[in-house]
């Protein structure tokens, strides 16, 4: 096995001021056979996987964070051995599985037929159910990788449930799972907060807003987490903000649009079109406007706020920098008031 670092397999903490979706943990806990989560980025996909993980405790979990790297199938299936060893090491009824962290394992045979039926008969073995996840999968594209993670969500063994988490659907064969209702499935509309989350989210972020201030935030974020937090992390930073202006919901500020994008960013990664109302992006290959319906185009469009300053003025352009998800170090977003 290839030595795999301890935080690619552990289940991440959790925030203090994380809030807690029941209802989505209650359709989690449902899944029998294969769970997906898959929704763009900051719909905190990660972090409900895990509270959910963390509070199981009739059965062990093996976590494995994939990256690009894992495009390698000896270093992804090490991941997998490591982590399930790791499981079973947390586990409170007996001692740490031997066979999941020796070095009996061919990984230069990682994913082809023979592996993945010796790892199939060992995970049959356990004496406790397993819940295997896989976060970020998205970062695999590696066609024989893929193929032989298709293999094994195919002959897993009933009592491994697979977890699947994910920007992108997978390109495996999950028709028949969903027809014969073995597939759970959660997406960036089940995913999103609603009114209540929102006003529990802003509220734990040190927000007094009114009940009209949350539901205007709320629409224009469309519910989507990252939005949400990032929004209050820019308000709060400044008590001189002005809430109503910084929402757009004063009389004086209401024909501003928060939905004129620019963006700048290398011509190899360049966005298409807004993701929401579909108009083509510009034609200038070195800036690209969304006049989007959605404030989240940002997000599906695969790019990420790191940092924000908030607006103090009107007319003033607001500038904000982004991480792209890509090869790319940053872009940069700004819009208009």
């Given amino acids: 096995m290839r030595p795999v670092p301890s935080s690619k397999i552990s289940i991440p903490e959790l925030p203090a001021d994380l809030v807690h979706r029941t209802e989505l943990l209650r359709q ?3 899944a029998a056979d294969v769970a997906l989560v898959s929704a763009p980025a900051g719909y905190g996909k990660t972090m409900l996987v895990a ?56 990984m230069e045979s990682a994913g082809r037929p023979d592996f993945l039926a010796k790892l199939i008969e060992a995970l049959s073995a356990l004496p406790r159910p397993l819940r295997l996840v896989l976060d970020d999968l998205h970062e ?35 028709h028949r799972l969903r027809l014969e209702g073995g597939l759970t499935e959660l997406r ?32 224009q974020t469309d519910g989507w987490p990252a939005g949400l937090r990032l929004a209050a992390t820019a308000a709060a930073m400044d008590a001189t903000t002005n809430v109503d202006w910084f929402l757009g919901t004063s009389p004086a500020t209401s024909v501003r649009s928060l939905t004129t994008w620019s963006v700048r960013c290398s011509p190899a990664f360049p966005p298409t079109a807004c993701s929401s109302c579909r108009r083509p ?19 599906q469009a695969g790019y990420s706020l790191i940092s924000s300053t908030a607006p103090r003025s009107s007319g003033r352009s607001v500038r904000t920098a982004v991480s792209t998800g890509c090869s790319h170090s940053s872009a940069a977003i700004s819009w208009r008031t």
């Fill in 188 to 219: 960036s509309n089940r995913l999103q907060f609603d009114r209540v989350e929102t006003g529990t989210l802003l509220r734990r972020a040190g927000l007094a807003l009114t009940p009209r201030q949350v539901d205007q935030l709320y629409q």
């Fill in 51 to 106: 509270e959910w993980s963390r509070a199981s405790t009739d059965v062990d979990t093996a976590w494995v964070r994939l990256d690009e790297d894992d495009n390698d199938q000896r270093r992804l299936w090490s991941a997998v051995l490591a982590s399930v060893a790791r499981a079973r090491a947390r586990s409170a009824d007996g001692p740490q599985l031997t066979g999941f962290d020796d070095r009996s394992w061919d």
């Fill in 28 to 30: 989690l806990h449902s």
């Fill in 140 to 174: 695999v594209t590696d066609a024989a990788t893929l193929h032989g993670l298709q293999n094994f969500l195919r002959d897993r063994p009933p009592n491994v449930v697979l977890v699947l988490v994910s920007r992108l659907d997978p390109p495996f064969h999950l």
């Fill in 281 to 299: 992006a510009s034609a200038n290959p070195s800036r690209w406007v969304w006049r989007s319906c959605s404030p989240t185009v940002r997000m």
